[in-house]
């Protein structure tokens, strides 16, 4: 191309440009970028971008997805394209920097702009997808720039729908996330951090330097940006230690936290901006730290350093301005609530967390959020369990010499545990060995399998938080108790509790051992009740000694956990003037999980062939196999199918029994998840597990066959025929041909034997309308009539908008066509919204739809 001549607007766009190039300094580079910027808006001169935009005329490789080499030319104009993207963040941030004096201008120009883009929309996406999958030494930058483009939404809000669909195109087109999450997995290590390095800074970089009246299009930037890793993480979990070594959670709750604190300092922040704020921090609380981090402690201690706590109780001041005073608080104030409850709950015993958020200073954050606030009065349960928890919790933690001496067996400061169940802590071989002879060896195999279930089921509490209680517990014995009352109100027929799970607030009180021996005790796992007896016969022996319990509960699943200890106590220590002694020491401990029975029981399902037949499935017995030190650990899964059926008159009926067959599954420990489908009256049973796998069971020839789906992704519920696999997600309906059923050894179907099996659909049919659905699996449920008639179910699915109190409800009804299956049909027959403004988490993370034929009933957490 010749040079262009002086004085055409493309010689003073190039040496514009050169000028910003050449620049040296912050200050030199905006006055550039600020020229540049008025020159293109006062001249309307769009020949920049369309100098930008003509590389993406070239057409897309054809083939290229299927071929694995390309030819120089290819490759070449590839790397054209790339940088013509680099280019179009780069004079998309100069108009994002710059101040010019031209507004009227200015937003003409922005105008013309960005429909130019637009123009070559598809032609970029394309090209994206392209540089993903054969350049991927590039892909880190492509993803800063997807950030980058993100980021600048706020120019033009007409095309932000546009700009945001970048990361669904990134992440669920033909590439889908699970294409994302094994490639990301499958590149080196450096540039595999690199990924992650420039999706964790780009939160920092987001909230750098916007303008107020840009907070909340930063906010929604953030959202997007944590949105696309948790769906990185959520199907392949081992990406969240990649993502952790560059504390993703800390700096996006920081990133949010450095938006607040400006907001707190300004007099008109808008309501929508404290929106957002609760949204997203409740996004970071519960979608992220408590439904995908393996150690949910960890998580919340992330978000609380980075200022989370901080940034509820600022979005709760101003947020619930209107509200506070006056009543109880809907919608997003009501998540605020419950996500300051939680974590004030877990400042009492949780080590890491309490550090987290003494980091800063803040009591006195927390005391100038209050004493700035104009609401009055405020809430006074909402503050002051925070002062009273981190008040005690700075105490117990503090001496950190004072906890050496917790390190007993049983206990879990620095000892060895048992290998197999995890679950019991020595301080020595020695004493490994004798508790093995007297406790361990009949109580192992048992809490084994619950280790198993819990940790699977995402409830098991870590060795260091369990340190934890047992710190704390010791506390509140030495430091909180009166001796004198205690001497006379804690005898041997008593156990002193000390309740965090269900008191807000600490809760101190004498039980009867009776009391504790028939409604509490009998809920925990397997274990406690051999090593109670030898504690009670302990204490005919001693009259000094006592027992103390402490009640704590998990951060997700809700579960309580109870840590029962030995003691002595010296009731004259500590009421003496000048004793240092302590009034009790800890012995030894034992701590179990309460399960309410549903441990020990096996999961069932229920389906309902005739009027005179039920089919019941009991999943049971998830045992790991294998060397417990190998890497690749495998699990096994057991199913039972069972057939109950009425004979006789309606007044004298018989009951029978029968058992159908048995099935055992083996399969990686992430790889199960029991979404499940009967197929009819005679026939197979369809299983899909997290992964991707799918199963086929004939249990009357014991025959089957498994295979990995392709193409389809966000899975939200399966049924099936005696032809066809069906799958839910939010597109619509897709089905796969079952194969040919073969005959299983042993009565097993091992997962890894089906790896390189991979299906697409048969043929799919979309919703006819648009849905956005937001819960993943078990959103969509299906319903067959009262006798079970698999080619015409209803399909009920349900959108939940966070940011609004309403549940969305569709019925859709399939009918599947046994001539020409794909001539089937899905109509949507029936809607319904239900205002609540009470939706959480629990929609997020369980199953709270139940169905009845061809009625729902939505169980709703409310809060009182």
């Not at 993207?85 to 920097?97: C, E, L, P, Y």
């Not at 002879?437 to 009949?442: E, G, T, Y």
């Amino acid at each position: 191309m010749p040079l262009p001549a002086p004085g055409t607007p493309r010689y003073i766009r190039n040496q514009l440009v050169r000028r910003i190039q050449s620049s040296k300094g912050e200050k030199e580079r905006l006055r550039a970028q600020i020229a540049l910027a008025e020159y293109l808006a006062k001249e309307d001169d769009l020949g920049l971008m369309v100098d930008i935009l003509e590389p993406f005329g070239e057409l897309v490789p054809k083939g290229c997805i299927d071929t694995e080499s390309l030819d120089y030319a290819s490759l070449s104009a590839g790397a054209d394209a790339l940088a013509a993207w680099s280019s179009i963040v780069w004079q998309i941030d100069v108009m994002t920097v710059a101040h010019p004096s031209f507004p009227v201008q200015l937003e003409a120009y922005k105008s013309a702009l960005f429909p130019r883009i637009l123009d070559r929309w598809e032609d970029i996406t394309k090209w994206i997808r392209y540089l993903v999958y054969y350049n991927p030494r590039r892909e880190p930058y492509i993803f800063s720039f997807c950030c980058d483009f993100i980021r600048t939404t706020h120019l033009e809000k007409n095309c932000g729908n546009y700009v945001r669909s970048l990361y669904g195109m990134w992440l669920r087109a033909d590439t889908t996330i699970q294409a994302f999450s094994s490639r990301l997995r499958s590149l080196d290590k450096s540039t595999r951090h690199h990924v992650a390095s420039a999706l964790v800074s780009r939160a920092k970089a987001i909230v750098q330097n916007p303008r107020e009246k840009d907070w909340c299009h930063a906010i929604h930037e953030l959202h997007f940006l944590s949105t696309g890793i948790a769906f990185t993480i959520q199907i392949s979990p081992t990406l969240h230690s990649l993502f952790k070594q560059y504390r993703f959670l800390y700096e996006y709750s920081n990133a949010l936290s450095t938006l607040v604190r400006r907001a707190t300092s300004c007099d008109d922040t808008t309501q929508e901006f404290w929106t957002l704020v609760a949204k997203y921090v409740w996004q970071l609380y519960s979608v992220i730290a408590l439904a995908i981090a393996p150690d949910q402690n960890s998580a919340i201690a992330d978000l609380a350093e980075g200022g989370l706590l901080l940034c509820a109780y600022c979005a709760i001041v101003h947020h619930g301005s209107n509200t506070l005073a006056s009543g109880p608080p809907p919608g997003e104030l009501r998540r605020l609530y419950l996500f300051v409850e939680k974590l004030t709950m877990h400042l009492f015993y949780v080590r890491s967390i309490f550090r987290a958020v003494s980091s800063g200073s803040p009591v006195a954050e927390v005391s100038r959020i209050l004493e700035a606030s104009t609401v009055q009065p405020l809430p006074v349960p909402l503050w002051e369990p925070f002062f009273t928890a981190y008040d005690l919790s700075r105490k117990a933690f503090k001496d950190e010499q004072a906890m050496k001496y917790l390190c007993l067996c049983h206990n879990i400061n620095r000892s060895p545990h048992a290998n197999g169940c995890h679950s019991a802590f020595y301080c020595s071989n020695r004493c490994q060995e004798e508790d093995w002879v007297r406790f361990h060896k009949s109580e192992c195999s048992a809490l084994r399998r619950i280790y198993l279930e819990q940790k699977l089921r995402r409830c098991w509490t870590l060795a260091p938080s369990r340190f934890d209680q047992v710190v704390y517990l010791n506390f509140v014995l030495n430091n909180i108790l009166d001796p004198m009352g205690a001497l006379i109100l804690w005898g041997q027929d008593t156990v002193f509790t000390v309740d965090v799970a269900n008191v807000p607030g600490l809760a101190l009180a004498p039980l009867p051992l009776e009391q504790c021996r028939t409604t509490l005790w009998p809920t925990l796992d397997y274990g406690w009740s051999s090593r109670l007896e030898a504690f009670l016969d302990d204490l005919e022996k001693d009259e000094s000694l006592r027992l103390a319990q402490g009640i704590f509960t998990h951060p997700v699943s809700g579960r309580e956990f109870v840590v029962l200890a030995k003691i002595k106590c010296d009731f004259s220590a500590g009421h003496e003037k000048g004793a240092t002694s302590r009034l009790s020491t800890i012995l030894s401990t034992v701590s179990r999980t309460c399960i309410h029975k549903e441990s020990n029981e096996a999961t069932i399902f229920v389906n309902v062939i005739s009027i005179s037949k039920l089919h019941i499935l009991l999943l049971t017995d998830v045992v790991e196999i294998g060397p417990s030190d190998s890497d690749d650990k495998e699990w096994s899964t057991s199913l039972e199918l069972l057939e109950l059926v009425t004979e006789g008159q309606d007044r004298n009926p018989q009951l029978e029994m029968r058992r159908v067959g048995r099935l055992g599954f083996i399969h990686a420990e992430d790889d199960w998840s029991a979404i499940y489908s009967f197929a009819n009256c005679q026939g197979k049973l369809a299983f899909y597990s997290v992964g991707g796998a799918t199963v086929v069971w004939d249990p009357i020839p014991g025959r089957g066959a498994g295979w990995r789906l392709d193409g389809v992704v966000d899975v939200m519920e399966i049924f099936c025929n005696d032809d066809f696999v069906m799958y839910l997600n939010p597109e619509g309906i897709h089905a796969i041909k079952i194969p040919d059923l073969q005959p299983l050894e042993n009565g097993q179907i091992t997962f890894s034997f089906f790896e390189a099996t991979r299906l697409a659909p048969t043929f799919s049919l979309p919703y006819s309308h648009s849905h956005s659905f937001t819960t993943g699996f078990h959103s969509g449920n299906i319903v067959f009539p009262a006798i079970c008639q698999p080619d015409r179910p209803l399909v009920f699915v349900v959108k939940e908008t966070l940011s609004e109190a309403m549940i969305h409800g569709y019925w859709y009804q399939f009918d599947f066509n046994q001539t020409c299956p794909r001539e089937s049909t899905f109509k949507m027959v029936g809607s319904f919204r239900l205002p609540t403004p009470h939706i959480n988490a629990l929609h997020l993370m369980s199953y709270p739809y139940h169905l009845c034929g061809d009625m729902a009933a939505i169980i709703v957490a409310h809060k009182v």
